[in-house]
């Protein structure tokens, strides 16, 4: 018979429209163990796992903190509250946190206080530009007090401790993804097996029980850095004729995003339900003609964002590393995805490149034999590149083209560089290698080439620096006591496009 072993959550603190996909470790009739769903529809040996969700109704329901969503909110502006803004945009858990969010609470009462001007009309709630999934915490204990403060702020009134029942049922199934209904209440998840046959419960139940649920935080809005342009180019170059824009993202694939490594951040900021969403409002935001993700989990490329983009009128191709990574559950593994708007761009060919193989290549010809161990141990990183040459389906209104009867190419490149900062020769090999590449592509065609990725680098170092692009590109691995000299003719073509880059830099 059926047994469930364990039940656990990735996070304890649902999000309102975060996925909740709970860990069930099944026994099996012959005491193997499975993760597999075993379903009403495919029973196994007459009996299956039925999972519940229920919601706590026996506590009050508390408002969070705006800023700080694991902490009960204390006070609430008044004047968010007056102009009818989403209400638990208002909430702060002290007075120093409302303090600190002052500055952009004026932003929000300007731009609020400008729609009613311009619709007075209208009786809908105004539209905050930053607004997420949640949406206002009502009920008891949850409204301002009568006593206000000279701030702007109002206490509000105490709520009790939680209690656990009653419980109502909110969902069935496995999974659950909870509603701003659920906002402060308490979830529990209820795991038994049953008879298949008769219907009856056959074993005791095993629960879990989460934190209050919290609505989703607001992003924090980003802020965007041109560095000093040269040549007279500006920032706002969107009304230009024949432009089109590019956004490069490293998306933080799913099994790097562990608490180890980024002890900083709770852990329900870093599961993939509440990221992602997030992730694809911030992309789709920017509205680019080309998208240049890394750190792509390849399930994610195929189940997420292929599909989600494609709703959006984007056509994508993906490049894989060839090493998986096991995550301690799973193996899975991360590539290079591009993105290009369907109605702007065709895919004329793509191209893949490996460092890994190109490394290999390396050694068989240019290292001695007693280095060649040393060499592949140092070069071999599983980093990889994505090249699409695109042809123009139709430039900007009013762009003058040169040649109408030829056919308009771009060429784009999608890297992501080795990270570790003590293998710098690494990475300026990783972009010879990828330059050198693209070297015999502009052989081929006179293709205006774009280079995107996650470079592992700041301006200023070896690989982005401006000094870089002489013509030369000289690789020195001190280590294997090694000097190799490549002529990249490429890089003298590219060096006047590179000092006319504008650089973004994402704080």
């Known amino acids: 018979m059926l047994h469930v072993l364990r039940v656990h959550l990735p996070s304890d603190i649902p999000i309102v429209g975060c996925e909740l996909s709970p ?41 969070v903190c705006s800023v700080h969503p694991t ?21 702060h858990c002290s007075s120093q946190c409302f303090k600190d969010s002052w500055k952009l609470h004026r932003a929000i009462h300007a731009y609020a206080a400008s729609i009613i001007r311009d619709n007075p009309n209208e009786d809908d709630e105004p539209f905050y530009c930053f607004n997420s999934t949640g949406s206002a915490v009502v009920g008891k204990g949850t409204g301002p007090s009568n006593t206000g403060h000279p701030n702007g702020s109002s206490i509000l009134g105490s709520t009790d401790q939680v209690g656990v029942e009653p419980w109502y049922e909110v969902g069935q199934g496995k999974t659950y993804t909870p509603t701003v209904d659920d906002v402060g209440h308490v979830l529990k998840l209820e795991c038994v097996i049953v008879d298949a046959a008769v219907g009856s419960i056959v074993t005791p139940a095993k629960t879990l029980l989460t934190a209050r649920v919290i609505p989703a935080p607001s992003p924090t809005p980003r802020c965007m850095i041109p560095v000093n342009l040269l040549n007279g180019l500006t920032s706002d170059m969107s009304g230009s004729v024949g432009t089109f824009t590019v956004l490069s993202y490293n998306v933080l694939a799913d099994l790097y995003a562990t608490s180890e490594l980024y002890s900083y951040c709770p852990p329900w900021a870093l599961s993939w339900s509440y990221r992602r969403q997030n992730l694809l409002r911030e992309i789709s935001g920017y509205r680019a003609d080309i998208i240049c993700l890394q750190e792509v989990q390849s399930d994610h490329y195929l189940d997420f964002f292929a599909p989600e983009l494609e709703k959006l009128g984007y056509t994508s191709v993906y490049k894989k590393k060839t090493a998986e990574v096991y995550t301690g559950t799973v193996y899975a593994i991360d590539g290079c995805a591009t993105f290009f708007r369907r109605d702007r761009f065709a895919l004329v060919k793509k191209y893949e490149v490996e460092f890994n193989r190109a490394a290999q290549s390396l050694s068989e010809v240019l290292v001695p034999p007693f280095q060649k161990k040393a060499t592949l141990s140092r070069l071999l990183k599983d980093n990889v590149a994505l090249i699409v040459v695109l042809e123009v389906k139709e430039m900007s209104q009013g762009a003058e083209v040169s040649n109408p009867g030829k056919r308009q190419l771009l060429c784009v490149a999608n890297t992501h560089l080795n990270a570790n900062p003590e293998l710098k020769d690494v990475k300026l090999w990783q972009v010879n290698t990828l330059l050198k590449g693209l070297e015999k592509i502009a052989e081929s065609a006179d293709i ?30 001190l280590e294997l006591g090694t000097l190799f000299a490549h002529s990249c003719p490429l890089l003298k073509r590219l060096e006047s496009s590179y000092l006319q880059l504008m650089l973004i830099v994402v704080d």
């Open 23 to 63: 860990y069930v470790l099944l026994r099996r009739p012959d005491s193997s163990s499975t993760t597999d769903d075993v379903t009403e529809n495919s029973p196994l040996d007459g009996y299956f796992l039925r999972c519940r969700w229920y919601r706590s109704q026996g506590d009050k329901r508390v408002a």
């Open 71 to 91: 902490e009960p909110a204390t006070l609430q502006c008044l004047e968010c509250s007056k102009l009818k803004l989403p209400g638990n945009k208002s909430y």
């Open 448 to 477: 205006p080439m774009l280079v995107c990725g996650d470079f592992n680098s700041v301006p200023g170092r070896s690989v982005l620096n401006g000094n870089f692009f002489n013509g030369f590109f000289l690789f020195v691995a």
